[in-house]
């Protein structure tokens, strides 16, 4: 990890090698969330990275890819993973403290509304609650 000032006066920039694709990151209280795809072992690492000095704090592993971006209610990372689930990734720690099938492709990023989290995936829109449990389905 290689660090200096930021010519923005944002007050950080940073480097961080990562094995794989990184995804789209997610910043959330300071902290930046970040798929990783690693494409020899078709294996999706989601980690914590500290914002200000680019330290990781914890990668946990998911099978298979991840093409969208996650969310989070500043409690967890709520992050698709392979072709079909989500899971959420405690914000502390990296535990999973719950994984979701949605049962068909998930290619959107979940959107956090009114304590629900809704996501498109395949011809159905889905809605969790922050437990994992489904509230609805096919709108």
């Known amino acids: 990890m290689q660090q200096d000032r930021s010519p923005l006066g944002v007050g950080f920039r940073w480097t961080l090698p990562v094995e794989g694709i990184g995804r789209v990151p997610l910043l959330k209280d300071g902290v930046v969330g970040l798929s990783v795809y690693d494409h020899r072992t078709w294996e999706t690492r989601f980690g914590a990275i500290e914002a200000r000095t680019g330290e990781p704090l914890w990668w946990t592993h998911l099978y298979s890819t991840a093409y969208a971006r996650a969310a989070s209610d500043g409690r967890h990372f709520f992050a698709p993973f392979g072709p079909t689930r989500i899971a959420a ?42 437990d994992g449990k489904p509230r609805r389905r096919s709108l």
């Open 89 to 130: 990734l405690s914000m502390a720690n990296g535990a999973v403290d719950w994984v979701f099938d949605t049962g068909t492709r998930v290619r959107s990023s979940p959107v956090l509304a009114d304590s629900e989290l809704i996501m498109a995936a395949g011809d159905r829109v889905i809605a969790l609650g922050l």
